[in-house]
């Protein structure tokens, strides 16, 4: 999931990878994978250069979660 902001310069940007688990063991290691999948993929090309942008990995088991996340402040092209 990806939020845009309309004031680059005003807001950050945000990407959102979920993943699933069987057992709460996993959650941690799902979830520092989804974060890599964000970058992986380069899912950030779709925001401007000059945008900075959170990037949030998110696992869930049930009701439980973990999350990771990063925030890049300025970026190279790709």
Same mark, same amino acid.
């Given at each position: /999931? /990806?939020? *845009?902001? =309309?004031?680059?310069? $005003?807001?950050?940007? *945000?990407? $959102?990878?979920? =993943?699933?688990? =069987?057992?709460?063991?996993?959650?941690?290691? +799902?979830?520092?994978?989804? $974060?890599? &999948? *964000? &970058?992986? &993929? =380069?899912?950030?090309?779709?925001?401007?250069?000059?945008?900075?942008?959170?990037? *949030?990995?998110? +696992?869930?088991?049930?009701?439980?979660?973990?999350?990771?996340?990063?925030? $890049?402040? +300025?970026?190279?092209?790709?």
């Amino acid at each position: /999931m /990806m939020m *845009i902001p =309309k004031s680059p310069n $005003l807001q950050h940007g *945000i990407i $959102l990878e979920f =993943k699933a688990c =069987k057992t709460e063991s996993e959650l941690e290691e +799902a979830a520092a994978k989804a $974060l890599t &999948q *964000i &970058q992986d &993929q =380069k899912y950030i090309q779709a925001f401007p250069k000059d945008t900075p942008v959170l990037l *949030i990995g998110m +696992a869930f088991c049930g009701k439980e979660m973990k999350e990771a996340h990063t925030l $890049l402040e +300025a970026r190279v092209s790709l």
